[in-house]
């Protein structure tokens, strides 16, 4: 999908060992959710943090009437974060799909304690949120690059750019659809 898998599980392993090792600090509550179950809501303020241990979440945009996913994230990770560290407000909705999900629930203030006395907790929980913005810029990129290319009618560069999207995520690969679907419009196809 995105070509670094491997440092990912490397990366959610370190998480997981280094949340474990708190775990009498945070005092995690263990939830299972069914499918369907809306885990949070954008808007909302983050007092909660998630370690998704089993199971599988789709993150939901709202933008006025419409609702997008972003992405369906797989055990394990962090869900909250991004909220919890820029405006202490969930930035979409978080769903359980495909089946039932296992979460341990700690409170965001019990975490902000444990990375006062855990320098690698720390780096880890910033190399998730990097991680995630670097592979929203890269899609942005990529989103640029194929509105450019419908708007110069360039339909080799908005193939290779589709081919690219189309292999990062379902929903990412939707959005290179619909530019394709345009271009085609404009194109008389």
């Known amino acids: 999908m995105w070509g670094d898998e491997p440092q990912l599980e490397a990366f ?3 998480l997981k060992v280094l949340l474990e090792a708190h775990e009498q600090d945070l005092n995690p509550q ?10 949070c809501r954008q808007g909302e303020p983050v007092d909660t943090l998630m370690l998704l241990r089993k199971g ?3 993150v939901d945009l709202h933008q006025g009437p419409l609702v997008h996913t972003l992405a369906e994230i797989d055990a394990v990770e962090l869900l909250g974060e991004v909220g919890f560290f820029a405006n202490g407000q969930h930035y979409a909705d978080m769903r359980v799909v495909n089946g039932p999900a296992e979460l341990a629930t700690m409170r965001g203030e019990e975490l ?5 006395y855990d320098t690698d907790l720390v780096v880890e929980l910033l190399s998730l949120v990097s991680e995630r913005c670097r592979r929203g810029n890269r899609v942005i990129g990529l989103l640029l690059n194929g509105i450019e290319a419908v708007h110069k009618s ?3 560069r908005l193939q290779h750019t589709s081919d690219q999207l189309g292999g990062i995520h379902f929903c990412v690969g939707k959005a290179s659809d619909q530019l394709q679907e345009l271009h085609n ?3 008389g196809n």
Request: aromatic share 0%.
């Open 12 to 14: 959610r392993e370190r």
């Open 30 to 39: 263990v939830i299972t959710a069914e499918e369907g179950t809306v885990l």
């Open 56 to 58: 599988r979440v789709a």
């Open 112 to 116: 902000l304690k444990a990375m006062l």
């Open 154 to 156: 360039q339909s080799d």
């Open 185 to 187: 419009k404009l194109q």
